[in-house]
């Protein structure tokens, strides 16, 4: 019984995926979604973002950055080597998996799928920040949504592999996000956060 549901939520994720992939296909998309889920892509306008924020809040600045490398050394880790070994789920775009109609723009890949290492980081980030600036909250969720989007796009996840990478790190940003209120009650002097 158990296994029939699996195997119907997995075959149901298979078809989500091939309408996500291919229905918005075009050539704009086409090329946008491989620069934006390409994370060096980010380098610089995440350089520029870093260097306003400084600016602006100071000490305030410094503790969230460090908090969010914090957050991207726990829960990368925690996704490739223990969640996708786990799981064990092939990428759709796995030299062994044949999906027809499937556009994968970023080429074949061997890693493990589930769940999105991307997704999990992204929305833990949009979960940290929204706890820090809560009134831009649709901002950091909505930039984490069109990443988690180009994975699908892309063709290198299926929704699933997005939708818990993005609860998985949404529970582990707000987690963090929780433990720095405690740190800043106990600290004065990085006060305004």
Same mark, same amino acid.
């Given at each position: 019984?158990?296994? =029939?549901?699996?195997?119907?939520?997995?075959? &149901?994720?298979?078809?989500?995926?091939?309408?996500?992939?291919?229905?918005?296909?075009?050539?704009?998309?086409?090329?946008?979604?491989?620069?934006?889920?390409?994370?060096?892509?980010?380098?610089?306008?995440?350089?520029?973002?870093?260097?306003?924020?400084?600016?602006?809040?100071?000490?305030?600045?410094?503790?969230?950055?460090?908090?969010?490398?914090?957050?991207?050394?726990?829960?990368?880790?925690?996704?490739? &080597?223990?969640?996708?070994?786990?799981?064990? &789920?092939?990428?759709?775009?796995?030299?062994?998996?044949?999906?027809?109609?499937?556009?994968?723009?970023?080429?074949?890949?061997? =890693?493990?799928?589930?769940? =999105?290492?991307?997704?999990?980081?992204?929305?833990?980030?949009?979960?940290?920040? =929204?706890?820090?600036?809560?009134? &831009?909250?649709?901002?950091?969720?909505?930039?984490?949504?069109?990443?988690?989007?180009?994975?699908?796009?892309?063709?290198?996840?299926?929704?699933?592999?997005?939708?818990?990478?993005?609860?998985?790190?949404?529970?582990?940003?707000?987690?963090?996000?929780?433990?720095?209120?405690?740190?800043?009650?106990?600290?004065?002097?990085?006060?305004?956060?």
């Amino acid at each position: 019984m158990t296994n =029939s549901i699996l195997s119907d939520l997995l075959m &149901r994720d298979e078809k989500l995926f091939v309408l996500l992939n291919t229905i918005l296909s075009n050539r704009i998309f086409d090329f946008l979604f491989p620069l934006i889920t390409d994370v060096d892509s980010w380098i610089v306008p995440a350089g520029i973002a870093i260097w306003f924020f400084y600016r602006k809040e100071k000490k305030k600045a410094l503790f969230i950055l460090g908090l969010s490398i914090l957050l991207v050394a726990i829960t990368d880790p925690i996704c490739v &080597r223990i969640l996708k070994p786990f799981f064990h &789920r092939l990428r759709p775009c796995h030299p062994s998996m044949v999906i027809d109609q499937v556009h994968y723009l970023m080429g074949r890949k061997t =890693s493990y799928s589930f769940p =999105s290492a991307h997704a999990m980081n992204i929305f833990a980030q949009a979960a940290l920040f =929204s706890g820090f600036y809560p009134k &831009r909250w649709g901002y950091f969720f909505g930039f984490a949504c069109i990443i988690g989007f180009s994975r699908i796009y892309v063709g290198v996840h299926y929704p699933l592999d997005v939708f818990f990478g993005a609860i998985f790190g949404a529970c582990c940003g707000w987690l963090l996000f929780i433990i720095g209120q405690k740190i800043i009650k106990r600290k004065p002097g990085i006060q305004n956060v």
